[in-house]
Antibody, heavy 119, light 107 residues
Framework: RLQESGPGLVKPSGTLSLTCAVSGGAIRSIHRWTWVRQSPEKGLDWIGEISQTGSATYNPSLSGRVTISVDEDKKQFSLKMTSMAAADTAVYYC??????????????WGQGILVTVSS | EIVLTQSPGTLSLSPGDRATLYCRTSESVTTNYLAWYQQKPGQSPRLLIYGASNRATGIPDRFSGSGSGTDFTLTISRLEPEDFAMYYCQQSGNSPWTFGHGTKVEI
């Protein structure tokens, strides 16, 4: 089970920090922990992911603004996004990318958190 | 990046009807990496089909997926009231992973 937490309101040019708590299973796994956002304008938009080794991959469209990290002891992973603008207003989901080497898909999602960028 | 184009944008049907949803990718996608999701208002997406044709755990057998290369299809054989929702296809074959803009199945 995945649960996002963080502020629902971010100021323009500010930094978004979200955390996703993982329960009911190990955070250290072959699968990848991921962030996806959804807005009426852009639809579903993959932000990036992190593997069990701590290796992160990001969507090039957001490259330079995004950092994803994992804290195994706390069983959570986090998203940091800088230089937030109105266009970043969206529902942010954390999720798990099932990655067996044969199949790859998002098999688990958090409930989502609405983040609004506004002064 | 690979662009996924879903059609139609909206499908207006009745319970008991058959629904056929299409997803075309801008480049060939390995079937192992093509998935379909269902999303209802206020909820997060739910995995329906993975590997183009494999039903996820707990998904009824009225849902089926097919296709290969650049053309994929999701079929709902007989619509139940709870099936009226948005449906998205998604590819994980080439990074960045991308989603289609969805098909709304409405009554």
């Amino acid at each position: 089970r995945l649960q996002e937490s963080g502020p629902g309101l971010v100021k323009p040019s500010g930094t978004l920090s979200l955390t996703c708590a993982v329960s009911g299973g190990a955070i250290r796994s072959i699968h990848r922990w991921t962030w996806v956002r959804q807005s009426p304008e852009k639809g579903l938009d993959w932000i990036g992911e992190i593997s069990q080794t701590g290796s992160a991959t990001y969507n090039p469209s957001l490259s330079g603004r995004v950092t994803i990290s994992v804290d195994e002891d706390k069983k959570q992973f986090s998203l940091k996004m800088t230089s937030m603008a109105a266009a970043d207003t969206a529902v942010y989901y954390c999720g798990r990318l099932y990655n067996s080497g044969w199949f790859r898909h998002f098999d688990s999602w958090g409930q989502g958190i609405l983040v609004t960028v506004s002064s | 990046e690979i662009v996924l184009t879903q059609s139609p944008g909206t499908l207006s049907l009745s319970p008991g009807d058959r629904a056929t949803l299409y997803c075309r990718t801008s480049e060939s996608v390995t079937t192992n990496y093509l998935a379909w999701y269902q999303q209802k208002p206020g909820q997060s997406p739910r995995l329906l089909i993975y590997g183009a044709s494999n039903r996820a755990t707990g998904i009824p057998d009225r849902f089926s997926g097919s296709g290969s290369g650049t053309d994929f299809t999701l079929t709902i054989s007989r619509l139940e009231p709870e099936d009226f929702a948005m449906y998205y296809c998604q590819q994980s074959g080439n990074s960045p992973w991308t989603f289609g803009h969805g098909t709304k199945v409405e009554i």
